[in-house]
């Protein structure tokens, strides 16, 4: 059953509530309800496909609230060919490998031991920091066990059924029609010779348990013993149906292209009920996530739109925070440059709502959810801050708090502030420098920079001398801005003058301090510096 959202109260008790009435009228077992969700990890694994995974989680918890067994499944494609070429090589350069398994293609940064394994352990790890943990169905371990050994025997006997089913609605002339049918077999079958699936298989005698094929690549005619040595596996729309059926798949999220009428979803549902007996999951329609200018992240985008890079610049409860509030059939796009200190401001907001209980139930609710099992900083210094922070100290993280520290009203010493606040600054931490975000490192100058000095007028240099003489006001933010907006008053500048007066100051400082003429926000950059080091850029001394 395809599912779309209508917008009742949460989206997940919709969504469970309809799952439970689905299995109660289909008769489904529901001793253990089995959530699953997969991917082929063809390519570096982008944030879009977390959303799949999250849906279903959150499903999964659900349920077990409600008191019911549950079985979160993840199944890696890992069986599948190599054909997505990553972001960061070419098609020539991997030329050689395209339609191996991705378990038998080398990884091409040589951490792992292939290239399906790189991206199946890169992308588990995210999943694990998210607080989403599924049991794990590597397809390539089961297909070379010869698990699935009698399900594609069944396959193969009833080849021409599952041709009616696949091609029902391809619209080929009725004489062509019958020569495909002949011709089809629902097999993917790799070389013994070359290790590709650029195949076409031949044969299947049921007596000798054989199939046979020729290779179009490297011209190689082989057979397989299909209980003995064979190497392929089901196509896709077969293989779906055929893990439906073996593992009592109740739930699985699916992407809008999967759910139209002659998508995936309703051929491997007709293939699991006519051809393995078996029963079709509940599917909850999700929509694509996307980035600014985007409307889909997609692999095409690169290392902009990696699943890693999210996770590595935002704290772990807000990812769940983005994939929970957002109804699953509601598209949203995630900015994570400049963007990103709109997300933690908005997060930020979110938490001291709920926390001062001026909330409602739903909002404690998506509160709890996103919290729940992951890392969150206890102290939410805002990101920007932090950024200024790391920036001034050069990146040195012990540094930047003891610098925050005094901008807070926390209690306890920095290392303590530190472990209150890490996931925050290391998020931060990542998104200046493993991502190259340069131009927001506020680095100040070494030395007093005298060519800035010698070309301001006479009125700015005045007002920075005067700024000194306050160096021990600046114990907040609130305050230091409070001077930086008063100054030109207090120097006697007339009221239409003082808006001028204040930008050429504030220009002035920003390169005097950091040697470009803009950069965090100045209250937070002279608070977070030391008087000594104000002295020495705004005085020379």
Known sequence: MIYELQGSDFWLDEAVDNLLDYL???????????????MT????????ILREIAISSFIADELMHRRKNVRLVYYWDDYDHFCKIPYYTTKEAV????????????????????????YMHEYEKCLHKCGFFPDYNYQSRLYKS????????????????IFDIVSRSAGTKAEDMERKREAYYPLEIYCESCGKDSTVTNSWNAETDTVTYTCKNCKHEGSYIVGKNFRGKLAWKVNWALRWTDDKVCYESSGENQLTDTGSYSVS???????FGGKVPFSLLYRFVGIPGVSKVSRAQGIMSLATRFTD???????RWLLV??????????????????????????????ESGDCTPLEKRIYDIAHDGVECSKIRIPFKTITTALGISGGHRSKA???????????????ELFIASCPRINAAANWLYRYKHSEEEPALRSDFNKDVWDMLDEPTKHAVVELCNYFDDFTTEEATRQILYSLHEKLGIPADMQDAARKSLFRALYLLLLGKERGPKLATLLCLTSKEKLMTLLQGE
Not at 30 to 37: E, K, P, R, S, W
Not at 313 to 319: D, F, G, R, S, T
Not at 401 to 415: I, S
Request: hydrophobic fraction near 35%.
């Open 41 to 48: 990890p063809s390519a570096p694994i982008h944030f879009g």
């Open 146 to 161: 010869g698990y699935y050994t009698e399900r594609i025997r069944l396959a193969l006997n009833k080849r021409k059924e």
């Open 24 to 38: 109660k009228k289909q008769q489904m077992d529901t001793g253990t309800i089995v959530c699953a969700a997969g």
């Open 269 to 275: 549902s007709k293939v699991a009920t006519d051809i």
């Open 313 to 319: 610049v935002l704290e772990p409860a807000i990812v």
């Open 95 to 118: 030329a050689e490998h395209i339609g191996k398994t991705l378990r038998e293609v080398p990884d091409f940064n040589g951490s792992y031991h292939s290239y399906g394994e790189h």
């Open 401 to 415: 708090v003891e610098q925050m520290l005094r901008l807070t009203n926390y209690a306890g010493n920095a290392e």
């Open 325 to 354: 509030k957002n109804p699953p059939n509601k598209p949203f796009s995630v900015d994570i440059e400049s963007g990103i200190f709109r997300i933690y401001h908005e997060w930020d907001l979110f938490c001291d709502k709920v």
